[in-house]
T-cell receptor, first 117, second 114 residues
Framework: DVKVTQSSRYLVKRTGEKVFLECVQDMDHENMFWYRQDPGLGLRLIYFSYDVKMKEKGDIPEGYSVSREKKERFSLILESASTNQTSMYLC????????????????FGPGTRLTVL | AQSVAQPEDQVNVAEGNPLTVKCTYSVSGNPYLFWYVQYPNRGLQFLLKYITGDNLVKGSYGFEAEFNKSQTSFHLKKPSALVSDSALYFCAVSLSGSARQLTFGSGTQLTVLP
């Protein structure tokens, strides 16, 4: 079974703190994604990565950065946490198919519920 | 740009009755369509997808969905609902060749009443 794990289920941080959210997948997937989930808004893409050290901005990258030093690990960084970043953060991964990519389902981690006070 | 609409925030259905969760999409091109389910305090789980071919797609846990190109819809259905089907359901769309892959709808909370 594909497994995507996230370092924390629940996290509480203070405004201004630097926050690291870690995601690891064990299926040798090339593509990895970070989403945030908010009620009534569904999932919104923050950043994605299609290879080690490669990244692209999603729909809402402001206030976030990412790091992908190893294929299996994709980190989301909040440089200076703010209260409007309180949310559920979901990591996902999928296999790269080349021109036909988009057909494959994504595999999701359990999520990290982050509260910024 | 691609988008997905789930017009109902909440759907309630009695156990044993058929259920439908609605989804419409907007893309410029041929879409790939997906349904995911999220149980409380869990990540999303893949249910089914439409890529090409037969418009009726069967998936996990007895769910199915019908792709209707003229109505740009991809409604999720199940003939007989279970209490355990109560969860948050997301429709998503992608385009061939899109590295960004998935655009999600806002989600529909399904409650199956015993």
């Amino acid at each position: 079974d594909v497994k995507v794990t996230q370092s924390s289920r629940y996290l509480v941080k203070r405004t201004g703190e630097k926050v690291f959210l870690e995601c690891v997948q064990d299926m040798d997937h090339e593509n990895m994604f970070w989403y945030r989930q908010d009620p009534g808004l569904g999932l919104r893409l923050i950043y994605f990565s299609y290879d080690v050290k490669m990244k692209e901005k999603g729909d809402i990258p402001e206030g976030y950065s990412v790091s992908r030093e190893k294929k299996e690990r994709f980190s989301l960084i909040l440089e200076s946490a703010s209260t409007n970043q309180t949310s559920m953060y979901l990591c996902a991964s999928t296999h790269f198919l080349g021109p036909g990519q988009g057909k494959n389902e994504q595999f999701f981690g359990p999520g990290t519920r982050l509260t910024v006070l | 740009a691609q988008s997905v609409a789930q017009p109902e925030d909440q759907v309630n259905v009695a156990e044993g009755n058929p259920l439908t969760v609605k989804c419409t999409y907007s893309v410029s091109g041929n879409p790939y369509l997906f349904w995911y389910v999220q149980y409380p305090n869990r990540g999303l789980q893949f249910l089914l997808k439409y890529i090409t071919g037969d418009n009726l797609v069967k998936g996990s846990y007895g769910f199915e969905a019908e792709f209707n190109k003229s109505q740009t819809s991809f409604h999720l259905k199940k003939p007989s609902a279970l209490v355990s089907d109560s969860a948050l359901y997301f429709c998503a769309v992608s385009l061939s060749g899109s590295a960004r892959q998935l655009t999600f709808g806002s989600g529909t909370q399904l409650t199956v009443l015993p």
